[in-house]
């Protein structure tokens, strides 16, 4: 057969599915982010914050020098601040690597959907802002795991950045900094413009761990040094697990590296936060861990993270009738169908992996074949996700691909809450 008759076939068949014809990009390296030319020692940087139980805000940064203070001035009209709060500072030694100042202050109580102007430390600071999420439904959540440090990771963070969301909930895996300390410095410092501006509530991955035997050997130690999360309101005994609840929904993170077993500190507590939950006061009630419980990529199959945790937790969270439960660690986007033991159950959980921030790894693109039955969307493409709950009975879940730098629907779906659904006794 004639050479140009193949090509021309091979175009025919490139245009007939060219709905998927998507190139896959190759992976980006970490992108070093200096500290800004106009800052100093004493500036405040890689600044974010957190949710405090349902009013406060912890306000968390950095400053090079160890003489600066840890107080917040803050308001609700620029360069008028009412209110100032003190916080408390520490540091930590990691090999040979000395951490700047990590101030942490939480100020409140807060409005909800209000913005706040606030500055970090003296008066010469910047300004900066952020809003409170709001009391009640309608509520946006952005979605990303396996974040990194790219030029993907930039663009998934534009695309949050443009899709008003409310909250940032990341299922683990951020700087990729990989005992490379400096790197959660220019992590930190990537991520401020949105960290600061929005709670950014977190859990951790395996690339948080940053133990070296012997010479290192302590686990998470920068992670809960730089990411304080509210475990102490959710009476947690560590940062590795914890819960939030923000306008109608609880949210449930929990970690894939700690123990996890029925005789586990992490499992008593997440019996005791589970009956805590109140469905009349949060109808919907959201899961996030790291190593994902569903997986049909070829990526990190049988992981003892996955297999056993799910030994472990799964009967809890389908008695407790979870609505959702998101993952990352496969750097992919997978959607199933509501799910217990391996099949389809129209009273459990539906599961998403979100692995797909932007991370050096690049992409994990192969599948196992033929698709699971409880596999209903799998694409390997850099993105986010956005939860929107509409109400206690209704949520919508998109996810938007980075497709070509540009966010773009990809998967969408409708999801009611167990809530509102009584054919599942709670
Ligand atoms: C909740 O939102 C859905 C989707 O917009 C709508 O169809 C439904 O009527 C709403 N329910 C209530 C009780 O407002
Ligand atoms: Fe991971």
Redesign the pocket.
């Known amino acids: 057969m004639a050479v140009w008759l193949m090509f021309v076939m091979l175009a025919f068949a490139g245009m007939l599915s060219c709905g998927v014809s998507y190139d896959r990009p190759p992976p980006r390296p970490s992108r070093f982010v200096p500290l800004a030319e106009e800052l100093d020692s004493t500036s405040p940087q890689q600044v974010h914050i957190s949710m405090v139980g349902h009013d406060q805000m912890r306000i968390s940064w950095i400053t090079d020098d160890a003489n600066t203070p840890a107080t917040v001035s803050y308001g609700t009209s620029p360069g008028n601040y009412a209110f100032s709060a003190k916080g408390t500072s520490s540091s930590y030694r990691y090999v040979l690597y000395e951490s700047g100042e990590i101030h942490d202050v939480v100020i409140g109580p807060l409005k909800p959907s209000t913005v706040y102007y606030y500055r970090c430390g003296s008066d010469s600071n910047p300004e900066l802002s952020f809003q409170t999420p709001p009391a009640q439904f309608p509520i946006n959540f952005g979605l990303a795991g396996d974040l990194g440090q790219t030029d993907w990771t930039t663009s998934t963070l534009d695309h949050i950045s443009k899709s008003n969301y409310d909250v940032f909930l990341l299922p683990g895996d951020l700087s990729y900094a990989d005992t490379i300390q400096p790197l959660w410095d220019s992590f930190g410092r990537l991520v401020e413009p949105l960290a600061s501006q929005r709670p950014w509530m977190v859990t951790q991955g395996n690339h948080e761990i940053e133990k070296i035997p012997v010479i290192h050997s302590q686990s998470f130690t920068s992670y809960n040094a730089r990411w304080h999360m509210p475990f102490e309101q959710s009476g947690s005994n560590s940062n590795l697990f914890y819960s939030f609840e923000v306008a109608g929904v609880h949210v449930i993170m929990l970690g894939s590296y700690t123990d996890f077993g029925p005789s586990s500190a992490q499992y008593s507590w997440l019996q005791s936060d589970l009956r805590k939950v109140d469905r009349t006061k949060t109808p919907w009630l959201v899961v996030l861990l790291h190593a994902p419980w569903y997986n049909s990529n070829t990526a990190h199959q049988g992981e003892i993270e996955s297999v056993n945790m799910k030994a472990a937790m799964e009967g809890l969270l389908y008695g407790a009738r979870v609505d959702v439960i998101f993952s990352g660690h496969v750097h992919a986007y997978e959607r199933f169908t509501r799910v217990y033991k391996e099949k389809t159950d129209n009273c459990g959980p539906v599961y998403i992996n979100i692995g797909d921030g932007g991370n050096r790894e690049g992409l994990s693109k192969n599948y196992i074949n033929p698709q699971p039955t409880i596999s209903v969307f799998r694409e390997a493409s850099f993105g986010h996700g956005q939860l929107q709950v509409?109400?206690?009975?209704?949520a919508?879940w998109t996810w938007h691909r980075n497709d070509n730098d540009e966010p773009v629907v990809a998967d969408s779906i409708?999801l009611k809450s167990f809530s509102s659904n009584p054919s599942c006794k709670m």
């Open positions: 509409v109400n206690a009975s209704y919508q409708w």
